[in-house]
């Protein structure tokens, strides 16, 4: 089982779900692969009452442990409550064994897929001298919020680690509604090219809306590409004497579907998540 938010308001919030369960149905690894929201259908605990295979693997497709993962989801699942973030809880029902296995965000993994998007965006929209990326200033790029500090700190954990492979010039967090913010990113850099990364795991307003604003685009410029169906930042856009490539968000990345694997390894050999 694969567990999104879901939208009401966002169509395709659930689409990296929908894509990495398609995926995973592709490599036949499993007996059933099934995708499930808690702010769309299918439901969770609609989509749990209609899995009877003996072993059950529940991913969260969420960027931190927090609220969602640690209280929404469980609770809908009829799980009891607590337990520590990156253990696999294990409940059984009947004939059922039932894995909760961490969110995919807060793997170390992580990394591998962040690096993938930096890289993609870069050679996908080629300009003039494109930069490798010991030549390149990465940002990845965050909600922030008082509410869940978990969510900076999956973020930063992955700077640290990005860092320590030594592969770009510089590397930073930035966020929406904590500092340093998304708009300082061209102050901070030293290197003359930039790449940010939103760590989101599905496309919509933050992306394709208010980080673009926040980055320097005029907000009606943004709205009339979004009213044509352009993409809202043109890739490279040069400000400030720098070059910027902003990628889309990390959730539909291939590579998406390697950690969600390796959750469903931990759970299965009992193992704390790394």
Request: net charge negative; glycine share 10%.
């Amino acid at each position: 089982m694969l567990v999104g938010h879901g939208s009401t308001l966002n169509a395709d919030s659930a689409a990296p779900t929908h894509q990495h369960a398609d995926e995973l149905r592709r490599r036949g690894i499993f007996a059933e692969v099934v995708p499930c929201f808690w702010k769309e259908e299918p439901s969770v605990s609609g989509v749990l009452r209609g899995v009877f295979a003996p072993r059950v693997f529940i991913v969260p497709l969420f960027i931190s442990d927090g609220y969602f993962t640690e209280q929404v989801i469980p609770r809908e699942l009829g799980f009891s409550q607590g337990g520590q973030p990156g253990f696999a809880r294990v409940q059984q029902r009947g004939g059922q064994t039932l894995h909760y296995c961490g969110p995919v965000g807060t793997h170390a993994s992580m990394t591998r897929v962040l690096i993938a998007r930096a890289r993609a965006v870069v050679e996908e929209h080629p300009a003039p001298a494109s930069p490798k990326p010991v030549e390149t200033a990465l940002f990845i790029a965050g909600h922030g919020t008082g509410n869940n500090e978990n969510s900076r700190k999956a973020i930063e954990r992955q700077v640290e680690l990005i860092r320590a492979r030594g592969e770009y010039a510089e590397v930073y967090p930035v966020f929406m509604e904590e500092e340093p913010r998304i708009g300082a990113c061209w102050q901070m850099a030293q290197a003359q090219n930039l790449a940010m990364v939103p760590f989101f795991i599905s496309d919509g307003l933050h992306s394709f809306e208010d980080i673009p604003v926040m980055l320097g685009e005029p907000a009606e410029v943004v709205q009339e590409r979004l009213r044509s169906g352009q993409p809202t930042w043109r890739n490279p856009t040069e400000r400030h004497g720098r070059r910027l490539w902003y990628a889309p968000s990390i959730g539909s990345e291939p590579l998406m579907a390697e950690v969600i694997l390796e959750r469903v390894r931990e759970a299965a050999d009992g193992r704390l998540g790394e």
